[in-house]
């Protein structure tokens, strides 16, 4: 685990997480409580973005390509939804994991010299 690594991978991500928590609340907050099904299509949509899967039917009328453009949209932010949440794994684990690297690192170099 390197430095890079750490600030990419668990620094980065987890400040891009909180900042779309922190401007995303107008969205997901209804009557003053959080709405977790906006959450979660908030996040969702977010990170799976590269992975939706838009199907446009060509020879539907406008009312049926709308409505199956948003089927999409909310099939593709369930799966941003669990992309989401791996992200946020792997992020606590970098930013846990490397402290702890650097402190076994320490020690090990401090008991192979006393």
Same mark, same amino acid.
Do not use: N, Q
């Given at each position: ?16 997480? /909180?900042? /779309?928590? #922190? ?12 709405? #977790? ?7 969702? /949509? +977010?990170?799976? /973005?590269?992975?939706? +899967? ?5 020879? #539907?009328? &406008?009312?049926?390509?709308? @409505? ?6 909310? &099939? @593709?932010?369930?799966?941003?939804? &669990? &992309?989401?949440? @791996? ?28």
């Amino acid at each position: 685990m390197t430095l890079k690594d750490y600030i990419r991978k668990g620094v980065l991500t987890a400040a891009v997480f /909180i900042l /779309i928590a #922190w401007l995303g609340k107008y969205f997901y907050m209804a009557d003053g409580e959080m709405d #977790w099904f906006r959450f979660a299509l908030l996040y969702g /949509i +977010l990170m799976g /973005i590269p992975h939706m +899967l838009v199907v446009v039917p060509l020879k #539907w009328d &406008i009312s049926g390509t709308v @409505g199956m453009v948003a089927f999409c949209v909310l &099939i @593709g932010g369930l799966f941003g939804c &669990i &992309i989401a949440v @791996g992200l946020v794994v792997r992020a606590a684990f970098y930013l846990v994991g490397y402290p702890v690297c650097l402190l076994c690192r320490t020690l090990r170099g401090r008991m192979s010299r006393g």
